[in-house]
């Protein structure tokens, strides 16, 4: 019997079709990955019987990066990154192993159905998923065609069974754009990013970030929001008059009339129009018109109007609002959210997903009511030729959905039904009124059809108080006529919704990244968010977009990267070729490149007006192992040390507190040695300024601390305090912290496992002797007369922590807190005395040992 493989890009979709395409009766095991799930279950393809695997993929299998000696910031000169720097697939996440787990599951397959998600993306991780699985799978005959793509839009039994009987081949041109935008996106955005990283950290002290980035979307998406800024910097407000009139008639309340020269801006000729004005007692009613008008419904729902709206009236960012609507999409409550798309195709099955929401006890009524006296066509929007508008697929409540699901899913459900209902009717009455020479009017709105806006009350007509009746000729006593002054107001701060609008319509980022390239200004410290969603620049971003200005304005503005996009989409289409596009593109942003590291003097001096320089920040913490001088301590991200007499920078593990370590100095390079701690609960570990910028060691890469560093005598050592291997990486080895006492601990030194034991013990070694059974390193424990846990009345003992009955007792495993993932030491270094004492050995009984204490 042959095999299909089938994948789909999450492990909860693959489950989703799995269960509809076996109608339930799929056995289902855990990948070796231990993230993805296999679902197998038989039946019949291309006519005939088939074993079906169903699996998934994470996301992307690959990711592009530049080989590994150009990954050195220090060592490569940026300018290399635009031609000479090779660049490589990796995979996306190597602790998922998901290129062996594919290989694995498709060793002995027959065929590859590919279930990922259809946009560019999507096409992009099929042949990711090709390329690893291809080489194990079976080879058909010559004319057997064994690869085909599955095309759907939602989770839904007829969309999926519709896929699985029109299946197609997936699109290596979609896939093609995708590569380039990839690799121009690495290229640029590295060799601007490192550069100007490189250079501003180097010279001011209190930038607050750590990554001065550079991004061909990022950066003229933040130039919007400082655009913003400068024209609020730079409103003068102007004084205006307008001409406010009341009368009235009898006992009927007073009506307020617009002027129709609506405002002069000269208070002397305001004056003499009322001075005219008021030579009349009475106004004259001139005419009164009717109209009927109409409030359209909207167009069906698409991405960037699906990110507005939750972002102005839901208060959601869009990163936040995508994630929430792809796991609404997943879970089969509504279609693919990443669409351009405005207008449904005929076929589109709109009375069947309208009729599940026939019971809801929210707009159930009004759905009954549709459907009763027939709903009206979509009004037609625009068909970008990728997936249907985003539509709710089925009922839901807000007890499955959560409180941020559930009221986007209120949202787009409202928006659904709104596009097939009636549109909004109502009656507008303008009466013309003249006073004098002069003339006035008033308008009122009155409600003649609700429509959709029943379903979007928050589009409805404002209820107004109704204008008297009233006809040509009538008169109005006048009550008052006075000068009003008023001024012209700036603009304010962009709002998210106004930003997405502005990128849409500049072709910056796709529906699918313009979530991405917002949440990057505001991460990188460049943009606020503020009351109301809006994006207020922060000192850093403004003067960042200043000074692309001033050198080359190209830089921020939406054209180039707006006709990259154009060249991109060609790409897709297969009307431009791959390489001429990447080329053509890299080579314009070379020059550029070249041109902004020979001018970058232009944005210095601004930076000098808005930062203080690095020598004039931060505090004395260490002395120099050079000069012997004091270096400063700077806290603001990133946090550094600085010598000013040396003028050298040396980097410093993030996310923790920094201190000096008992004044100690490291035996290589007599730089007083410093201790990063995340807290209490969190992990410690010493390090030397200058070996973390400069491994000593052939085996030791950037960013290790002491805990990493194989000097083979140095008493802080990984060779003097390793213990063992880590209970549960590969890799890791388990550390004495000797500042931890008298709350003695281990700490992984490339993970966040903590090891507590020996509490209120005196003092606690690590022997030179290892333990026979597992190879780790003895403990020599000297316990407190008072608190010694040992019988007989010993207080000292020496044994291995991990086979040792008398330690097992006194160990507690635990995860640290980390101020922020990955806030220690970079990883990297070597197990305990390898090539002096062998590799520590995980022993049968460790997990048992430490699990039993698991918190």
């Excluded at 307008?242 to 002069?264: C, T, Y």
Aim: some cysteine.
């Amino acid at each position: 019997m042959r095999t299909v493989l089938m994948v789909a890009e999450k492990p909860s979709l693959a489950q989703s079709i799995a269960k509809i395409l076996s109608k339930g009766s799929c056995s289902s095991r855990k990948g070796l990955n231990g993230a993805c799930s296999v679902h197998e279950y038989a039946g019949s393809f291309q006519g005939q019987s088939v074993r079906f695997k169903m699996t998934s993929v994470c996301g992307h299998v690959m990711s592009l990066d530049f080989i590994g000696k150009y990954n050195n910031w220090d060592k490569v000169d940026p300018a290399e990154l635009f031609s000479k720097a090779p660049t490589e697939k990796k995979e996306a996440n190597p602790k998922l192993s998901m290129l062996k787990f594919l290989q694995v599951e498709a060793r002995g397959c027959d065929y590859v159905v590919l279930w990922l998600d259809c946009d560019k993306e999507g096409e992009n991780i099929c042949f990711e998923v090709l390329d690893a699985v291809q080489p194990v799978m079976n080879k058909g005959g010559v004319r057997e065609q064994s690869v085909f793509r599955a095309k759907f839009s939602s989770i839904t039994d007829t969309d999926i069974w519709n896929a699985m009987n029109r299946l197609g081949e997936p699109n290596r041109n979609e896939a093609l754009s995708v590569d380039a935008r990839q690799e121009l996106d690495l290229r640029i955005g590295c060799a601007f990013t490192r550069f100007q990283t490189k250079y501003f950290q180097g010279k001011y002290g209190n930038l607050d970030s750590s990554l001065i980035s550079f991004g061909p979307c990022q950066t003229p998406t933040l130039g919007f929001c400082v655009e913003r800024h400068d024209k609020i910097q730079s409103f003068k407000p102007e004084t205006y008059w307008v001409i406010q009139a009341k009368v009235f008639k009898g006992k009927d309340s007073p009506l307020v009339l617009d002027w129709n020269r609506v405002r002069v801006f000269d208070r002397d000729v305001g004056q003499m129009f009322v001075n005219v004005a008021k030579t009349s007692r009475e106004a004259l009613v001139e005419s009164v018109s009717k109209k009927e008008k109409t409030k359209q419904r909207p167009q069906a729902l698409n991405t960037v109007e699906m990110l507005r709206v939750a972002s102005s009236a839901l208060g959601m960012g869009p990163q936040h609002t995508m994630q929430i609507a792809e796991r609404l999409y997943t879970q089969g409550y509504i279609s693919y959210p990443r669409t351009e798309t405005t207008h449904y195709p005929e076929n589109f099955d709109l009375k069947g997903a309208l009729k599940q929401q026939a019971n809801s006890p929210m707009w159930g009524e009004e759905v009954k009511a549709l459907l009763s006296s027939g709903i009206n066509r979509p009004r037609k929007g625009s068909d970008a030729g990728d997936h249907p508008p985003i539509t709710p697929m089925r009922a839901a409540s807000e007890g499955e959905l959560g409180s941020d699901g559930w009221r986007l899913y209120q949202y787009i459900t409202q928006h659904f039904i709104a596009t097939l209902s009636q549109d909004c009717k109502f009656l507008q009455t303008t009466i013309d009124f003249i006073i004098g020479p002069e003339r006035f009017s008033c308008t009122g709105k009155t409600l003649i059809s609700a429509g959709f806006t029943s379903l979007m009350p928050w589009q409805g007509i404002p209820l107004e108080e109704a204008l008297p009746t009233c006809e040509r000729g009538d008169t109005y006593s006048v009550d008052e006529i006075k000068l009003v002054e008023k001024q012209t107001s700036p603009p304010d701060y962009l709002t998210e919704a106004e930003l997405i609008t502005l990128m849409e319509k500049h072709g910056i980022g796709t529906d699918a990244s313009i979530p991405v390239h917002i949440n990057n200004v505001c991460q990188r410290n460049y943009v606020t968010v503020e009351n109301g969603r809006k994006l207020k620049p922060t000192n850093l971003g403004i003067v960042l977009v200043h000074g692309y200005y001033k050198i080359d304005a190209e830089l921020v503005l939406p054209t180039i990267r707006s006709a990259v996009e154009k060249q991109l989409n060609l790409i897709a289409l297969g009307k431009a070729n791959f390489t001429q596009v990447l080329q053509h593109t890299l080579d314009i942003f070379r020059r550029k490149f070249h041109f902004f590291v020979d001018s970058i003097t232009g944005m210095d001096e601004l930076m000098e007006v808005s930062f203080s320089p690095i020598a004039a920040s931060g505090k004395p913490l260490s002395r120099c192992g050079k000069c012997h001088r004091f270096m400063k301590y700077i806290q603001t991200k990133p946090s550094r040390l600085h010598c000013s007499h040396c003028d050298e920078t040396y980097s410093l593990p993030q996310n923790g507190a920094i201190k000096l370590y008992k004044e100690l100095r490291c035996p290589l390079d007599d730089f007083e040695l410093l201790l990063w701690t995340s807290g209490a609960r969190g992990k410690s570990f010493p390090l030397c300024p200058y070996c973390f910028s400069n491994p000593p060691f052939r085996d030791m890469k950037k960013g290790m601390g002491c805990n990493e560093c194989t000097h083979p005598s140095c008493q802080h050592s990984l060779s003097s305090l390793g213990i063992g291997q880590c209970v549960e990486c590969e890799g890791g080895v388990l550390v004495l912290d000797t500042t931890s006492g008298p709350k003695w601990k281990m700490a992984c030194n490339k993970c966040n496992v903590v090891v507590h034991f020996f509490e209120h013990a005196h003092k606690v070694q690590v022997s030179q002797e290892s333990c026979e059974s597992c190879d780790a390193a003895l403990m020599l424990v000297d316990f407190n007369k008072t608190r010694c846990p040992l019988p007989a009345g010993e207080t000292q003992h020496t044994g291995c922590v991990f086979c040792d009955p008398l330690f097992q007792d006194l160990v507690e495993l635990k995860h640290a807190t980390m101020r922020r993932r990955g806030g220690g030491a970079r990883r990297g270094g070597r197990g305990r005395g390898r090539g002096r004492r062998g590799n520590p050995r995980k022993p049968k009984d460790k997990m048992a040992a430490l699990a039993a204490y698991f918190v």
